[in-house]
C-alpha cells in the first residue's frame, strides 16, 4: 500500500499542473491550431465548415503580394507600437522618478494613476470619441490656442489615438518603475552624493543600470500588447478614416467579420504572431543574455 | 464560533432582499380577460387540436418589435397551448451566433430572426451543395386552416414582402421592416423659405446652403459615412436612382465602373462636404445624434430613427422635423428598403406550430396590440392611419420610390450569394480611400470593378 502510495506521489506534481495545462491546452493550443488549420484555407464566414476547401499557401500569399492593405496596417502597427512604448518608457519613468522624490500625498497620486488601467479599454475609446468630437472637449480646451481641430481626419486620427492609448497605459510604466525605484538600494545612493555626484550623474550611472532589467521587461510587455492593440483603435475611429488608423488587428477583424473571409483572416493573424515573436525574440535574447 | 445573532441578523436581510427582488421583478403582463371574435378562437381552437402541448425555440435580435412579441405570446400560449420559450441577444451577439450555427450546418431553433441581407444567401444555399437552412412558407400562407382571414397577408408592405423573398418563394415575415427618408428642421425650411429635396441635385443645393449661409446649424446634412458598412449603405442609398449598379446577378456582370456609378460616387463624396466635421467617422448614433442635437439641418437615415428623433428625452428637435419621401435621382425614384423578418428553419421539427406563432404575432388582427408595445409599424393599414408624422413619408416611400425596378434592382444585389459580404468589405475600403481624397472616384470604382469580376468568375466557375 505504502509502496503504491509512493509510486503515485510522484505524479503529485502533474496533477496540480493538470488543471492548467488543460486550460493553455483548450484556450491557446486548440484555437492556435483551428487558426493555422483556416489561413490553408478559403472559408467564408457562415457558411457551412465542410466548405472550408484546402488552398494550401494561397491565403499566405496573398498576404503578402496580393493585400494593397497589408502594408499600410503594418506602417501603421508598427508607427503605433514603437510611440507607445518609446513614449511610454520616458514619460513613465520620468513620472516614477518624480514621484520618487514625493513623501506627502504619494499614496494617492499612485491611486489616482491606477484609474485609466483600470477602465475597460473600449469605454476608454467610446469615452475620447466623445471627447475628441468638434464640439467635444479636447477642442475646447485647444481652440484658444490652435483653433478647433477635426480629430477624425487623415492627420489628426492617429495621434488622438496614440494620445488616448498613451493616457491609458503610461500609468502602466509608472507603476512597474516606481516599484522598482522603490527597491533599488540607498547605498550607492548615499555614496554618490558622499561624492558629490550630480542628479544626472546619479540617475545615468546608478538609478538608469539597476533598471535595466525592468525597462527591458516592460518593453517587452507593452511591445506585445501594442502589436495587438486592438479595442481603443476600433471604438475611437474603427481604422479610418479611410484605412488611416488601420492597423493589422483592424485589418484582420474586417477581413474575417466584416469580409467573412476567414481563412485571410486567419493568415493575417498569424502573420501578425510571427511578425510579434521577430519583435519580441531578439528582446528576449537579449534579456536572458543580460542576465546570465 | 459565530454569535447566533449574526446569523439570524444575515438570514434577516437575505430573506428581505430576496422578497423585494420576487416581488419587486418585473413580469410579463398576464392575458387578463379578453373577448376573442368567433374567428380567432375557431383558429386557436384548431391550432391546440393539432399542436397544444407542443414547445418551440425562437432565438431573436434585441429590438422594440421583440419587446412587443414578448408581451403577446401569453395569449398565445393560453389560447393555443403551445408554448413559447424566446433567446435574445444584441445585434452584434446575434450575427456572430447565426455565423456559428451557419458553420454547423444547422439552425436549431423553431424560428430565428434574419436580416433582409442575408435571406438570398441563405435561400440559395442548396444551389451551392450546402444543407438547407430555411423554408418556404407559401404552403403555410395558402392553407387556410392554419392562415386566417384576419392575418391578411396582402396588408403587408409589397416591398417588406419582396424582401422576405427570393426566387418567387416567401421565406419569413417582416418584423421590423425600414426604408429610408430625408428627415429635416421643418422650422429652418420655414424660416428660410425652403422646400423639403425632391431630387438628389435638391437635396445637394439644400445641404451647400444650411451648411454655409445658415447659422443656426453647422450643416447641411448628416449622413452615414465611415468606412465600413456604414459607408457603403449611404453611398448605395444613391447608386442605383443615379442608374449606377454593384452586380446584376441576372446576368452575372458588374457594373461598378459605369459612368452612372461613378456619377454616383461623386456626388456622395461631394454632399459629404456639406455634412459635419468629421463625418468620416460618422456611423449611424453619430450621425443621428448630430441631428438630434440640432447641428444639422437634414439627415439621411433609415426611418428606425424616426421614433428617437420625437422623443423629447433623446432629441433638442422633437417636434420640429419634417418628414421627406427619399428624392428622385438622374435615372429614376429609388429608395432602399430594409429590414429583419421572422423565419423558419429548415431543421425546426414544429414548422406548422412556428407558423401559428408567426401569424399571431404578425396578423393585422394583433397590429393595434402590437403596434401599442412598442412595435415597428410593417403594414399599409397601420401607416395610413397616421399615428405619427413620419408614417405617412413611410408609407409614400416603401410604396412608391421603394417599388420601382430601380429599387427592385437594388434590392437583388444582396442575391449574389455568401461572396456578397467579401465583395462589401472591399468597395468600402476603396470608397473610404476616394473618401479621404486618397485615390479618385474613378480609380475606386475601377477597383471595385476588378473585386467583382473576380467573385463573378469564382461564382460562375
Known amino acids: 500500500m505504502i509502496e503504491k502510495w509512493k509510486k503515485l506521489k510522484k505524479y503529485y506534481p502533474l496533477l496540480l499542473i493538470l488543471p492548467a495545462f488543460i486550460y493553455v491546452l483548450v484556450w491557446v493550443v486548440y484555437p492556435t491550431f483551428l487558426t493555422l488549420k483556416f489561413s490553408l484555407s478559403e472559408y467564408t464566414l457562415g457558411t457551412p465548415w465542410s466548405a472550408a476547401k484546402f488552398v494550401g499557401l494561397a491565403n499566405f500569399k496573398w498576404v503578402f503580394f496580393e493585400d494593397w492593405e497589408f502594408v499600410p496596417s503594418l506602417i501603421t502597427t508598427l508607427e503605433f507600437t514603437v510611440v507607445q512604448v518609446v513614449g511610454g518608457l520616458f514619460a513613465g519613468l520620468g513620472i516614477a522618478l518624480l514621484l520618487n522624490r514625493i513623501t506627502k500625498g504619494r499614496n494617492l497620486m499612485m491611486a489616482l494613476f491606477i484609474i485609466p488601467i483600470a477602465l475597460m479599454p473600449s469605454m476608454v475609446g467610446l469615452t475620447w470619441r466623445l471627447f475628441y468630437s468638434y464640439d467635444g472637449i479636447v477642442n475646447f480646451f485647444i481652440e484658444p490656442l490652435f483653433g478647433k481641430i477635426n480629430w477624425c481626419s487623415t492627420t489628426f486620427a492617429l495621434p488622438a489615438i496614440l494620445i488616448t492609448e498613451f493616457w491609458q497605459w503610461t500609468p502602466f510604466f509608472v507603476l512597474v518603475f516606481f516599484a522598482a525605484l522603490t527597491s533599488l538600494p540607498q547605498e550607492p545612493y548615499e555614496a554618490a552624493k558622499i561624492d558629490g555626484a550630480s542628479s544626472w550623474l546619479t540617475f545615468k550611472d546608478i538609478t ?11 518593453t517587452i510587455l507593452r511591445s506585445i500588447e501594442a502589436l495587438r492593440s486592438f479595442d481603443i483603435i476600433y471604438t475611437l475611429f474603427g481604422g479610418g478614416p479611410g484605412i488611416a488608423t488601420q492597423t493589422l488587428s483592424i485589418h484582420i477583424q474586417r477581413t474575417a467579420f466584416l469580409g467573412r473571409m476567414l481563412g485571410r483572416g486567419s493568415a493575417l493573424s498569424l502573420v501578425l504572431v510571427l511578425i510579434t515573436l521577430a519583435i519580441i525574440i531578439p528582446m528576449m535574447w537579449y534579456f536572458t543574455r543580460s542576465r546570465s | 464560533m459565530i454569535p447566533k445573532i449574526k446569523i439570524v441578523t444575515v438570514l434577516i436581510i437575505v430573506v428581505a432582499v430576496a422578497s423585494i427582488f420576487y416581488y419587486a421583478w418585473p413580469k410579463a403582463p398576464g392575458p387578463g380577460p379578453v373577448e376573442y371574435p368567433e374567428s380567432v378562437l375557431s383558429w386557436a381552437e384548431n391550432i391546440r387540436s393539432k399542436y397544444g402541448g407542443t414547445e418551440l425555440t425562437v432565438v431573436m435580435i434585441t429590438h422594440p418589435s421583440t419587446d412587443a412579441f414578448k408581451k403577446m405570446i401569453p395569449e398565445f400560449e393560453n389560447l393555443t397551448g403551445i408554448k413559447v420559450n424566446i433567446s435574445e441577444y444584441d445585434e452584434v451577439t446575434y450575427t456572430d451566433k447565426l455565423m456559428v450555427m451557419l458553420g454547423e450546418g444547422t439552425i436549431p431553433y423553431d424560428g430565428f430572426a434574419c436580416a433582409m441581407e442575408l435571406l438570398p444567401t441563405l435561400a440559395m444555399y442548396p444551389e451551392f451543395g450546402y444543407p438547407e437552412m430555411i423554408v418556404p412558407i407559401d404552403d403555410f400562407i395558402a392553407d387556410k386552416s392554419l392562415t386566417p ?15 422576405m423573398s427570393y426566387g418567387g418563394k416567401t421565406y419569413g415575415i417582416m418584423m421590423a421592416g425600414e426604408t429610408v427618408m430625408v428627415m429635416y428642421r421643418k422650422d429652418l425650411f420655414e424660416k428660410y423659405d425652403k422646400e423639403p429635396p425632391r431630387t438628389y441635385d435638391e437635396l445637394l443645393d439644400l445641404a451647400k446652403f444650411f451648411k454655409e449661409e445658415v447659422p443656426e446649424v453647422e450643416a447641411g446634412v448628416s449622413i452615414r459615412a465611415e468606412t465600413g458598412f456604414q459607408n457603403m449603405w449611404s453611398w448605395g442609398n444613391f447608386l442605383y436612382g443615379y442608374g449606377g449598379g454593384m452586380i446584376d446577378p441576372t446576368t452575372m456582370t458588374a457594373e461598378f465602373n459605369k459612368k452612372e456609378t461613378v456619377d454616383s460616387l461623386k456626388y456622395f463624396i461631394n454632399l459629404c462636404e456639406y455634412g459635419p466635421v468629421g463625418i468620416l467617422g460618422y456611423s449611424f448614433p453619430e450621425a443621428w445624434a448630430n441631428f438630434r442635437e440640432g447641428k444639422s439641418a437634414m439627415l439621411v437615415e433609415a426611418s428606425a430613427a424616426c421614433p428617437g428623433n420625437e422623443d423629447p428625452e433623446q432629441s433638442v428637435v422633437a417636434g420640429k422635423i419634417g418628414y421627406a419621401k427619399f428624392p428622385t435621382g438622374p435615372a429614376g425614384e429609388c429608395a432602399g428598403v430594409y429590414g429583419t423578418g421572422i423565419l423558419i428553419p ?99 470604382c475601377d477597383e471595385m470593378q476588378a473585386a467583382a469580376e473576380t467573385i463573378i468568375a469564382k461564382f460562375v466557375g
Open chain 2, 346 to 444: 429548415a431543421a425546426s421539427e414544429h414548422k406548422e406550430a412556428m407558423w401559428s406563432l408567426i401569424v399571431w404575432l404578425t396578423s393585422k388582427y394583433n397590429s393595434p396590440k402590437y403596434l401599442e408595445y412598442g412595435g415597428v409599424a410593417n403594414r399599409v393599414s397601420d401607416l395610413e392611419k397616421k399615428t405619427y408624422p413620419y408614417y405617412e413619408t413611410i408609407l409614400k416611400t416603401v410604396m412608391e420610390a421603394g417599388n420601382t425596378p430601380l429599387a427592385k434592382k437594388m434590392r437583388a444585389y444582396y442575391a449574389i450569394g455568401p461572396d456578397f459580404y467579401p465583395l462589401w468589405l472591399s468597395c468600402a475600403t476603396f470608397m473610404g480611400q476616394a473618401q479621404v481624397g486618397n485615390i479618385t472616384p474613378e480609380e475606386a
Open chain 1, 208 to 218: 538608469l543600470p539597476s533598471l535595466k532589467r525592468m525597462i527591458l521587461i516592460v
Open chain 2, 149 to 163: 382571414e384576419w392575418f391578411d397577408f396582402e396588408d403587408i408592405l409589397p416591398a417588406y414582402r419582396d424582401i
